[in-house]
């Protein structure tokens, strides 16, 4: 009886360290993709409108939702979480939409309308204008009862492109910042 105890005892730590062990290797893989980013792969948009870098392994889903052009990626297999609106844990995204600016709206104009427009009541906590390639962007932070998310609105021509980060902000802020700025209009 000892001795199955003692048995159950060692199995027990082994598990639980081999589940420490695969949470950091887990963790310091997904904080530390920035390091390297020759491992990381450039996507063009289907539509052939822009392009930016993203880490290997990462998933990409480039198809129209709703009838406009849309592109995620996501450090996840959206296999995997079907409703992955926010994924709780270390689980990432971006969204980039891009739709048509009919009226020629500044970019600010443009926000206020959508948001008027869906009755976004979600609080703006930091807005500024950042430059991504030579583009002039609006970065803005807002929360949410689901929490906090981060938007940038460029604009070029008669579109405007929305990109959201969604999930982990924090923890991959430098990742995001470096597909971020890896993005470019092809025009």
């Known amino acids: 009886m000892k001795k199955t105890l003692i048995l159950v005892a060692v199995v027990v730590v082994a598990f639980l360290g081999y589940a420490v062990i695969q949470k950091s290797r887990n963790t310091a ?3 530390e ?4 980013k020759t491992e990381w792969k450039t996507h063009i948009h289907s539509a052939g409108d822009y392009s930016f870098e993203y880490p290997t392994g990462w998933f990409i889903n480039d198809s129209p939702k709703n009838g406009d ?6 450090n996840y297999d959206p296999e995997i979480f079907v409703n992955d609106i926010h994924a709780k844990g270390s689980y ?4 980039i939409y891009t739709l048509e600016n009919k009226k020629q709206l500044s970019i ?4 206020a309308e959508a948001r008027s427009r869906t009755g976004d009541s979600s609080k703006i906590t930091k807005q500024e204008e950042i430059i991504i390639n030579g583009k002039t962007a609006t970065a803005i932070t807002q929360e949410s009862p ?3 998310y ?8 008669d579109k405007i492109v929305t990109i959201l ?11 995001s910042d470096a597909i971020i700025h890896s993005f470019a209009f092809s025009n």
């Open 29 to 31: 893989q997904s904080t």
């Open 33 to 36: 993709i920035i390091s390297d």
């Open 69 to 74: 052009a849309y592109v995620r990626v996501s």
């Open 92 to 95: 990432f995204k971006i969204e």
């Open 108 to 111: 600010n104009d443009w926000i």
């Open 146 to 148: 689901e929490g906090v």
């Open 150 to 157: 981060k938007s940038l609105y460029l604009s070029n021509e």
């Open 165 to 175: 980060l969604f999930g982990a902000i924090e923890e991959f802020h430098k990742t």
